[in-house]
């Protein structure tokens, strides 16, 4: 976006107070980064080498495959799924191309913990198979849930939507004309996939698995609890079984590592690779009509995901949180209330600082502000783990020297002021969901034509009366969403709440854990009922955007 022409009422001061309070934003949300990375290189290396002689190589061996697993599992369902919606026509197309994303709103922790209340030892499944047979225990094989391979199982369920809804986007934006002049080069429908739609889509596919993975390497409650050591697992288990900030922020580096491999990968993949549309009709405008037995095939295909990533455990759920679990009372309501207001307070925030960089980078597009902008969405990367390592040790940092100065001037204690309370939870789902609300934010700032700008400061208004008087009412749709987005994943996040919420402070996400890690399954379905029902909305509204797009390119 070109620099906007700046009027002679509004004082240079104020341009420049906006890119500086963007680099200062950027600043303080790249902290915990690089918290970790100096703790690695000043740390002690007497936990690490105990580290890499026990646990490091398991550690690397699980997190490489259970990453190649979900990585095969997102793409053998993804992409079918994506060609298959949006190139076909079949029975039931039309409610499978949105409910597909259905099992976006699943947490992986609380399928897991519903999928092993199920198909567990003494769950309904093995039980009915056992009185149905006479067998026993040992005289049968059953498909053990709590591995490696049902991590990866029940990943895949919750992370193929990252890659159908990219495949699928690249699909439909493909031209007819280009598969026309295949077909008229004699290439089957197969062929045509292989040979021409698939490279095309290429960029969006490697995209989407590249979150999917991202998210993989960050999940923490699905392989804790089905036993799988991985670095998410490490990191924490060095952080209070050794109590040694140093040695888990080396675990966290490692595991960076992961994270900016796959990042660096994704952009080498789309390394000199142009892929223009030619402005003609989009190939979705002919859709290739299955009849008979393919058309109940491809349903088949496309429902089955569905089934089981969202339906099944959701049914399940809900039986136990009715029928079965106990009534949770007046805790239920105060945990709810916890996870209520604490998503509400982090949404505003993070949506108000992405309003400000959003606004900075509109206005003045200079390297140092886009590069801020950039920093202060990298949160979304890291796994919370990471992020939670490097907010508690500088913000202990800063309440150690507080409690000295007050005590030295003083004599009283003050206690913990941020390390200790609600305000390093805030600070880390800040620097994990900010690239959320930038996205949104700035997708609907872009809409906004640069002469609204314009005419405002040729009333002589600021910038800071501009962005609130002109464009947040403009902006109401985008802000509404990333708001929403952000309270969804506030209330889903884990690994961070765990490390930072204060003394007797729960959210559902953390009853939900606890209450799982207890075998109590049944009486955590109504918190994993609930966080599942709220995580229902963003994607009925992701739904809703994608299909009025579609609509209106028709």
Known sequence: MADLPRSSSVSKSQWNGLKIAAILIAAVLALPILVVLINVLIADGEVWRHLYQTVLAEYISNSLLLMLGVGIGVLVIGIPCAWLTSMCDFPGRSFLSWALLLPMAMPAYIIAYTYTGVLDFAGPVQAFIRELTGWRYGE??????????????????????????????????????????????????????????????????????????????????????????????????????FGDVSAASQLAGVLLMFVAMLILLERYSRHRIRYHSSGLKKASNRRMVLKGGMGSIACCFCLLPILVGFFIPVSVLAYWAMFKAENPGAN??????????????????????????????????????????????????????????????????????LIDFVRHYTGDSVGLIFSGTLVALLFAYTVRFMAVSLGAVQNGLGKIKPSMDM????????????????????????????????????????????????????????????????????????????????????????????????GSSK
């Open 140 to 241: 049968y094989w059953f498909f053990e849930i709590r591995s490696l391979g049902g991590a990866i199982v029940m990943l895949t369920l919750v992370l193929y939507p990252y890659v159908y809804l990219m495949s699928r986007a690249a699909f439909l934006e493909q031209s007819e004309n280009t598969l026309e002049v295949s077909r008229t080069l004699g290439y089957s429908g197969r062929r045509m996939f292989f040979r021409l739609a698939l490279p095309l889509a290429r960029p969006a596919i490697v995209t989407g698995l590249t979150l999917a993975l991202m998210e993989t390497l960050a999940d923490y409650g699905t392989v804790q609890y089905f036993s799988v050591n991985t670095f998410t697992t490490g990191i924490l288990r060095t952080f209070y079984g």
């Open 332 to 401: 239920f309501i105060q945990l709810a209330w916890n996870s209520f207001y604490l998503a509400a307070i982090a949404s505003l925030i993070v949506v108000s600082l992405a309003l400000v960089l959003s606004y900075a980078i509109r206005l003045n597009p200079t390297r140092s502000v886009t590069a801020s902008v950039g920093i202060a969405g990298l949160g979304y990367a890291l796994p919370g783990t990471i992020i939670a390592i490097g907010t508690i040790v500088p913000l202990a940092w800063l309440d150690h020297r």
């Open 455 to 550: 005419a405002g400061r040729s009333l002589g208004m600021s910038p800071y009366k501009v962005l609130i008087g002109i464009h947040v009412p403009l902006l109401k749709g985008s802000v509404l969403t990333a708001m929403l987005i952000v309270f969804v994943d506030v209330l889903k996040e884990l690994p961070a709440t765990l490390v930072l919420r204060p003394f007797n402070f729960n959210t559902l996400a953390v009853r939900a854990f606890e209450l799982a890690s207890d075998e109590r399954l049944v009486d955590a379905a109504p918190a994993s009922l609930m966080i599942v029902l709220v995580g229902l909305i963003p994607v009925i509204l992701l739904s809703r955007s994608i299909a009025s797009h579609i």
